[in-house]
């Protein structure tokens, strides 16, 4: 099986995956504060949508304009990327409920299969170095690291959400 096979196969796994979670959990859980102070369970499913989502800018810079990172980094401490994540996270969650974060996690992995679709085989493998925000997205990162990284965000935040509710 070819590794784009591969990914594709773990992305609609995750995909399903998420479903399931956000099936499982009770109504009420969603206003619950999470492990997170500045989030609800309802927020933190609402974030897991970022990686595939994101994955699309991130695939850009590494294809295409690796100097933009390199710029991101230099204006973007650690500190205020950690407070735009949680501000975006808090207001894309605001008002969403089960169905709406479903579409919107959906959505988010239609975008991720359609940039997986346009690569080639080559492309997996360029990387560029990232500034370790997120320690599971640290170091030298390859375009197939960002595709892992659709599973590995997901199940990070799945345990925590399991853990609270």
Same mark, same amino acid.
């Given at each position: 099986?070819?590794?784009?096979?591969?990914?594709?196969?773990?992305?609609?796994? $995750?995909?399903?995956?998420?479903?399931?979670? *956000?099936?499982?959990?009770?109504?009420?859980?969603?206003?619950? +504060?999470?492990?997170?102070?500045?989030?609800?369970?309802? @927020? *933190?499913?609402?974030?897991?949508?970022?990686? +595939?989502?994101? =994955?699309?800018?991130?695939?850009?810079?590494?294809?295409?304009?690796? *100097?933009?990172?390199?710029?991101?980094?230099? =204006? *973007?401490?650690?500190?205020?990327?950690?407070?735009?994540?949680?501000?975006?996270?808090?207001?894309?969650?605001?008002?969403?409920?089960?169905?709406?974060?479903?579409?919107?996690?959906?959505? @988010?992995? $239609?975008? @991720?299969?359609?940039? =997986?679709?346009?690569?080639?085989?080559?492309?997996?493998?360029?990387?560029?170095?990232?500034?370790?925000?997120?320690?599971?997205?640290?170091?030298?990162?390859?375009?197939?690291?960002?595709?892992?990284?659709?599973?590995?965000?997901? @199940?990070?935040?799945?345990?925590?959400?399991?853990?609270?509710?």
């Amino acid at each position: 099986m070819s590794i784009k096979n591969q990914l594709r196969a773990e992305i609609l796994q $995750t995909q399903k995956d998420f479903h399931k979670l *956000v099936d499982e959990i009770p109504d009420h859980a969603l206003a619950l +504060p999470s492990d997170n102070p500045a989030w609800t369970i309802g @927020a *933190v499913l609402y974030h897991m949508s970022l990686a +595939p989502r994101l =994955l699309v800018t991130d695939l850009r810079i590494i294809l295409g304009q690796p *100097v933009l990172a390199k710029i991101f980094t230099l =204006l *973007v401490p650690a500190s205020l990327f950690h407070r735009l994540n949680e501000t975006l996270t808090r207001r894309g969650a605001n008002g969403l409920n089960r169905a709406s974060l479903a579409h919107e996690y959906d959505k @988010a992995h $239609t975008r @991720a299969l359609q940039a =997986l679709e346009a690569l080639s085989e080559t492309d997996l493998q360029k990387s560029l170095p990232y500034p370790g925000y997120d320690p599971m997205l640290a170091g030298d990162v390859t375009v197939e690291k960002l595709f892992h990284y659709v599973q590995m965000h997901f @199940a990070a935040h799945e345990k925590q959400i399991r853990d609270r509710v």
